[in-house]
């Protein structure tokens, strides 16, 4: 079993590497409000973020504000959302969502995880990835991406999304928590895929403890 010293030291060294090849921005994702930013990450579940890029500018030209969702027939958010996957959960998340946020905070954007959680259709991912994105909130958002990293690293051996973020809190600073999840979401699309990891492409094997099984 390896100690939480030589994992934060392992954690360190992978994030040092990685960090400089991968200069993207928080998020793929378009958006111009944190608003947008919002609606546009419920949409991203299950979906890319190219995707979902193609599908925002028209709906938020036609959805500006919370308010206009929800007086909105949930068969037109449908449509505007259809090539997103799940459109259907999405449109119902999307609505409940903009529902809390008018009833419980006015219609504004919460800036706390504990505030975020409460609205429907948001879960502590969502919530991460705004709040990181629109205000620089630390917080580890876990995808797919940094779960299987996360797992194939040997920085967790839980496949729970709370307990991972939870886990990796544990090995880096706060204002690490954030960048290090766009780190492995980048690597995770780029070299270490769910079907084969590309260990001779990988700048971290040497650190990866699933690259000498």
């Given at each position: ?158 496949s729970n999304p709370d307990k991972i973020e939870e ?20 690597h995770g699309r780029a070299v270490c895929s769910a ?19």
């Amino acid at each position: 079993m390896e100690s939480m010293k030589k994992k934060k030291l392992r954690a360190e060294k992978i994030y040092t590497k990685l960090d400089p090849i991968y200069t993207m921005e928080k998020t793929a994702l378009n958006y111009r409000t944190p608003f947008q930013l919002l609606i546009a990450t419920i949409l991203s579940a299950q979906c890319t973020d190219k995707q979902v890029n193609k599908v925002t500018p028209l709906l938020f030209k036609k959805f500006k504000s919370p308010q206009d969702f929800i007086k909105a027939p949930i068969e037109d958010i449908e449509e505007a959302i259809k090539s997103t996957g799940f459109y259907r959960n999405k449109a119902k998340s999307i609505k409940g969502c903009c529902e809390g946020l008018i009833n419980m905070y006015g219609g504004n954007i919460p800036h706390t995880i504990d505030e975020m959680i409460k609205l429907p259709g948001v879960g502590r991912k969502t919530a991460n990835c705004v709040l990181g994105a629109a205000y620089g909130v630390p917080g580890v958002v876990v995808d797919t991406h940094v779960k299987r990293l996360a797992m194939r690293m040997g920085f967790t051996e839980s496949s729970n999304p709370d307990k991972i973020e939870e886990d990796i809190q544990k090995i880096l600073p706060e204002e690490r928590w954030r960048r290090f999840s766009d780190i492995l979401i980048y690597h995770g699309r780029a070299v270490c895929s769910a079907r084969k990891p590309e260990h001779d492409k990988c700048a971290v094997a040497d650190l990866c403890p699933s690259a000498k099984e």
